[in-house]
């Protein structure tokens, strides 16, 4: 099955960009999207991108898409301490059309 | 637009007891339904899926007898914990997939903010 993987944690200073990346394996997904958690809350649609786009700007937010290598990144401009939270990459599964999540990485922004 | 709620926000109960979660699409309708778990620290993990009006598809290794679903509408999906043991104490999300027009492309799901269940 999908496979999506993140790396683990994200430590950045206020005011810095923030990459963050996410690999998967199934290229198969119409939309690739990001979402945001924060602690004992449910996930906030951030942004999308479309699998036939390279690249999706708005506002703070820069999604970049490679299919070639089946790379997603989410670039966070001028990180705020509000930014600070788990945020999920996810996939819409295909034929299935669920949402196969990441892992999440943790996004700890240092004022 | 795209507000999906769930009720109640947390919920302690003891043990043999049955907690039912109820997630609702504010301001849309919502064909599809899903229901997530989540531990702490980890990612999601659907339970199931379920249609307005059909019975819901359940994921591998999830008892359709313990964690009961019902869509019977539109706007509203709910989750029966039945017999819950501690075991069962978890971070439960619904999400809601809309018809286009719902804010993002067709297969977007938005996401309540999830229920706190503590077994005790």
């Known amino acids: 099955g999908e496979d999506v993987e993140q790396s683990l944690f994200l430590s950045v200073r206020e005011g810095d960009s923030s990459v963050i990346n996410c690999t998967y394996t199934?290229?198969?997904?119409?939309?690739l999207y990001w979402y945001k958690q924060e602690p004992g809350a449910g996930l906030q649609l951030l942004t999308y991108?479309?699998?036939?786009?390279d690249m999706k700007q708005d506002q703070r937010l820069t999604v970049l898409l490679n299919k070639k290598d089946k790379h997603l990144s989410l670039r966070i401009a001028d990180t705020q301490t509000g930014d600070s939270a788990i945020y999920f990459c996810a996939g819409s599964g295909g034929a299935t059309n669920k949402l196969i999540f990441g892992t999440g990485t943790l996004l700890a922004v240092q004022p | 637009g795209a507000v999906v709620s769930q009720h109640p926000s947390w919920v302690i109960c003891k043990s043999g007891t049955s907690v039912k979660i109820e997630c609702r699409s504010l301001?849309?309708?919502?064909?599809?339904m899903f229901w997530y778990r989540q531990f702490p620290k980890q990612s999601l993990m659907l339970m199931a899926t379920s249609n307005e009006g059909s019975k819901a598809t359940y994921e591998q290794g999830v008892e359709k007898d313990k964690f009961l679903i019902n869509h019977a509408s539109l706007t509203l999906s709910t989750l029966t914990v039945t017999s819950a043991h501690p075991e069962d104490s978890s971070f439960y999300i619904c999400?809601?997939?809309?018809?286009?027009?719902?804010?993002?492309?067709?297969?977007?799901?938005?996401f309540g903010p999830g229920t706190r269940l503590t077994v005790l």
């Open positions: 199934d290229s198969s997904s119409t939309y």
């Open positions: 991108i479309f699998s036939n786009m």
């Open positions: 999400s809601a997939r809309g018809k286009m027009g719902a804010g993002g492309p067709a297969d977007t799901q938005y």
């Open positions: 301001d849309f309708q919502a064909t599809t």
